[in-house]
């Protein structure tokens, strides 16, 4: 499953550096598939949605940092546990029970957008 951050977010902004994803934007920053992975142009995601990857996207909030859950991997294939919830001053990157995804499907979402490791 991906990782949400709470509304308890202090947008210190710890987390942002931290993801491997480039999964998590600062309140009201708009986001893009490609930032931080190797999309480009026009991608069909690991869960079959057509997009562009160049496209700038809605932010998910306006308040507090937020993380992209099409991009977050609970960074399988880079380390052993989420990096964002590990630096968390506050515990508000938790699992999101609305996105529930098996370990190889984070796998395979992590090998799409790195391809080359």
């Not at 009201?28 to 480009?40: C, I, M, P, V």
């Not at 859950?69 to 052993?80: A, Q, Y």
């Amino acid at each position: 499953m991906a990782i949400i951050i709470t509304d308890e977010c202090i947008n210190c902004g710890a987390c942002e550096p931290e993801c491997p994803n480039t999964a998590i934007y600062e309140g009201a920053d708009d986001w893009r598939y490609k930032d931080g992975t190797s999309l480009e142009g026009a991608v069909v995601l690991t869960n079959g949605n057509e997009v562009d990857a160049d496209e700038a996207q809605e932010p998910i909030s306006d308040e507090v940092y937020y993380i992209v859950p099409d991009k977050c991997t609970e960074c399988k294939g880079f380390h052993d546990e989420p990096q964002c919830a590990a630096v968390c001053p506050v515990d508000c990157c938790v699992p999101d029970e609305d996105v529930v995804e098996t370990e190889d499907e984070l796998l395979a979402k992590q090998r799409f957008m790195h391809p080359d490791g």
